[in-house]
């Protein structure tokens, strides 16, 4: 496969999209684009083949109430590490 302007844009893209998860939808995810997702993921590369991710499929209000909290938790948290424009990013 020779990686052409489109595939290199579409990476490009990617990359820049993939940088984090700061919005969370609320309708479900149908089982067949998660089956595609972890399918995705086998061919993901990472050293050693450790696969270092962790999926969590959140079923019920209560789990979903508390991965939101977590996440900005760990977000405000973050965030204190930074000045700035960076700290608004």
Known sequence: MQMTPD????????LT???DVRHFRPDPVAQD?????????????????ARPWRVMQVTTPALRSAVIANFEAANTQAAARYDGA???A
């Open 7 to 14: 595939h290199a844009q579409a990476l490009q893209d990617i």
């Open 17 to 19: 999209w993939r940088r």
């Open 33 to 49: 684009r998660l089956d595609r997702l972890r399918a995705a993921m086998d061919l993901a590369p990472s050293v050693g083949n």
């Open 86 to 88: 960076q700290k608004d």
